[in-house]
């Protein structure tokens, strides 16, 4: 064999691109190109046994008692202005959104409580008490909350939220509040 022959045959083995043998021009075989690593194929959508099922937020709030659901806050209380017992315009939509609550949870049983200020009698605040709860009563009643779902108490000034003596304290406290007080059983 040839020295150009051998120096040809090497040349191609280390591959070397386009080197002279023998006067001819010689290409090696290009080196293939990386291959770039594969993603793993997409894992197959769960079954339907094993997707779980989202608990509405009716059915969630339904396994509750009545009083986890009373400290939800989902029934806002009302004010009245001295010595009145007629819903305000300004409170209107406060029992709008209330009737609303108790229409679409309608397992909610709720008492609708008259306060008064600490001015006044006990009898006499017992009775604007009373006169308060069923102004808030009615017209909950009037937008299509059921009246057997609803019941009334007048605490009258013996269950104030503020005690000083002034007209922020006193407005503060005349006011309907909303407990809930139980669950239908439907």
């Known amino acids: 064999m040839r020295k150009t022959d051998v120096a040809c045959a090497l040349t191609l083995i280390a591959g070397l691109a386009f080197v002279g043998c023998g006067g001819k021009k010689v290409q090696t075989p290009a080196a293939p190109a990386p291959v770039a690593p594969q993603a793993p194929p997409p894992a197959p ?3 339907l046994s094993d997707v779980v099922p ?4 009716y059915d969630r709030l339904k396994k509750k008692s009545s009083d986890e659901l009373d400290r ?30 108790l229409k679409k949870y309608d397992f909610i049983i ?3 409580e008259g306060h008064c200020d600490s ?13 308060r709860a069923k102004a808030a009563y009615d017209y909950l ?3 299509g ?19 000083e003596q002034t007209e922020d304290c006193w407005a503060r406290n005349r006011r309907a509040h909303f407990a809930v007080t139980g669950k239908t059983t439907h």
């Open 141 to 143: 009643v009037s937008l």
């Open 45 to 47: 959508p769960p079954s």
């Open 145 to 163: 909350v059921p009246a057997a779902r609803l019941k009334t108490v007048s605490y009258g000034k013996e269950v104030p939220l503020c005690t």
């Open 54 to 57: 989202q608990e509405n937020e």
């Open 72 to 101: 939800l806050g989902l029934l806002a209380e009302i004010h009245f202005d001295f010595d009145k017992s007629d819903v305000r315009e300004s409170d209107r939509p406060i029992l709008n959104r209330n009737a609303e609550a």
């Open 110 to 112: 709720a008492t609708v």
């Open 119 to 131: 001015r006044g009698t006990v009898e006499y605040n017992l009775a604007l008490g009373e006169r």
